[in-house]
């Protein structure tokens, strides 16, 4: 079993900035992929972002390239996601997710572990 716990959510302004992290517990963190995945109010969960076991891959979803950045350190067992330029449109809960699986990672159904989420409201 894997322990996943977001924090860092909270209302932002447009343009402004937050750093998301997501802290991991109960098995080897870098035996893991870590992801970010979003939802907002009314729609499907969304993929955010990826980065493998050792921090040499990640990808992000067309929209968030540029703006959001996935970095982690396994030695604290975290992964994090550091966010810039949001706009309203950015408004979901954000959530952490990990799998030991190393492909189809922007597909939420091959991770096995997910956090609770933490509420990123954007306001205009």
């Known amino acids: 079993q894997v322990q996943l716990v977001e924090s860092g959510g909270g209302l932002v302004q447009a343009g402004g900035s937050l750093r998301l992290s997501c802290a991991a517990s109960g098995r080897t963190f870098s035996d893991y992929a870590m992801g970010w995945f979003r939802q907002a109010p009314g729609k499907e969960r969304e993929f955010v972002a990826f980065i493998n076991w050792s921090a040499d891959i990640t990808y992000y979803a067309d929209s968030m390239k540029g703006r959001f950045t996935i970095s982690r350190d396994n030695a604290k067992n975290t992964v994090y996601l550091q966010m810039s330029s949001l706009s309203p449109e950015d408004t979901a809960v954000y959530y952490c997710?990990?799998?030991?699986?190393?492909?189809?990672?922007?597909?939420?159904?091959?991770?096995?572990?997910w956090g609770q989420g933490t509420q990123v409201t954007v306001s205009s």
């Open positions: 997710a990990a799998t030991t699986k190393v492909t189809n990672l922007v597909r939420s159904r091959v991770y096995d572990y």
